[in-house]
Structure formats: C-alpha cells, structure tokens
C-alpha cells in the first residue's frame, strides 16, 4: 500500500470507509502485497478518490501512466461509461501481466487499453496524431524524475476542463525536507512549484495518501 502521512491506525479507519472498493480490487490489493515493491500500490482509500473524480468529471477518455499492477487503473476504468476507454502506459511485462488477469476479472479488460512501451513516447505519439484536446483525465504515478515531461504533454492532451492527478507528490514528507536533495525529491518539489503557480490550470495538493496534485486545465 502506498505510504501515507498519516498515523497507521488513522490511515486503516479512512481505508475502511472506501466502500466502493470491489473484490477484485481487494484480491489485487491481497496478491500485490506480497510483491517486493508493494509500497508502489495506492491504497482503497486514493482508489475511491481516482473513481470519484473520474465520474465527478464525467470523463469517458482517460491516460494512466505508471500501472504497475492495475489497481489505480481499475479504479479509473470502472467510472468511466462503457465506450469510454482507458490507455495505461508502462513498461514492466510481468506487472502488468497481473494487471490483465484483474482487469478481466473486473470485467473491465475491453474498457482499457495497456502501452508497453515509455511512456512518454506513447504521448508523443498521440500528439503527433492530433489527439490533442481529445482525453478528459490523466493519473500520473511512474518514475519521479519524468513527471514534468508527462504532465506537458497530458496537459496537451487534455481538453479544456479536463484533469490530471499526480501522485506521491508529497513524497513521504521529505518535499517539506530542506536537508532533502536527492533527484526524486528535488524534481517533485520543483515540479509541486510549478503547478501552484501555472496559469494554465487551476490546482490543488490534497493530503490524500503520499500527496495528490490535482491541476484543471483552463
């Protein structure tokens, strides 16, 4: 489960309230946990917040980068209306061969589509082909230091209105961290700077899990 900033027995009574969360999400969760990178996996409680602002918005296209094994991506899909669809982009064959096996199972396997390649030349790509303006909701949580270039171009992508959530942007505290330098942080807090004060969105850092930046494009 993703970190959170918040104490463990607070954090568990906020996750338990995440009655949306369905059981194939919560088998995905079980099976995730025993994986040696689990910490990458978001909680029910950021999950249910993924679903409520995909339907709050009534976004039918949607991008997710960074699907590790498929629980935000459910999240997304499961909001979105039956012609609606979802592109994951990722890299890791057997992370998200887990991803399927719980996609079908949700039923939402024909409702989403998975990029194996990086991510950014899959956006690159969709812009090259006019899509531009074309997609409602982006959810980005890949490699930190690629955030910046992911949110440009999801932000090109995106049509007016639409909206981009960008996880860990909290990054576990150390953001608020001066003695904190390494790369990770150091592109987060740049990039946290830069949203606050674009005039190309309206935007929020919400303390839900390790941090959500949420940026409405104008």
């Keep these: 489960m993703s970190r959170s900033l918040v104490p463990d027995a607070v954090a568990d009574y906020v996750s338990s309230l995440a009655a949306t969360e369905t059981d194939a999400q919560k088998r995905l969760r079980e099976e995730t ?14 999950g249910a917040f993924l679903t409520l602002l995909v339907g709050a918005i009534g976004a039918k296209q949607a991008i997710e980068i960074g699907t590790f094994t ?8 499961r909001a979105l209306p039956k012609n609606g669809q ?28 998975l990029k194996l390649a990086p991510a950014l030349e899959t956006l690159e790509a969709l812009i090259g082909k006019g899509k531009e303006g074309s997609f409602d909701f982006a959810f980005i949580d890949a490699d930190k230091t690629g955030y910046d270039a992911y949110y ?9 209105g639409g909206l981009i959530a960008l996880d860990n942007m909290l990054w576990g ?3 608020a961290d001066p003695k904190a330098k390494d790369k990770d942080t150091a592109a987060i807090r740049a990039l946290n700077e830069k949203i606050a004060n674009d ?4 935007a929020s850092l919400v303390t839900v899990g390790d941090g959500v930046m949420l940026a409405r494009k104008k």
């Design 152 to 160: 440009e171009a999801c932000l090109k992508l995106l049509r007016p």
């Design 173 to 175: 505290g150390a953001v």
């Design 70 to 77: 498929g629980y935000s991506a459910i999240a997304i899909a």
């Design 86 to 113: 979802l592109l994951c982009c990722d890299v890791n064959e057997a992370w998200t061969s887990i991803a399927r096996r719980y996609w079908k199972e949700a039923g939402l396997d024909k409702r989403i589509e």
């Design 33 to 46: 946990a025993g994986l040696p990178q689990s910490m990458m996996q978001i909680g029910p409680d950021q």
């Design 199 to 202: 005039p190309r969105v309206d």
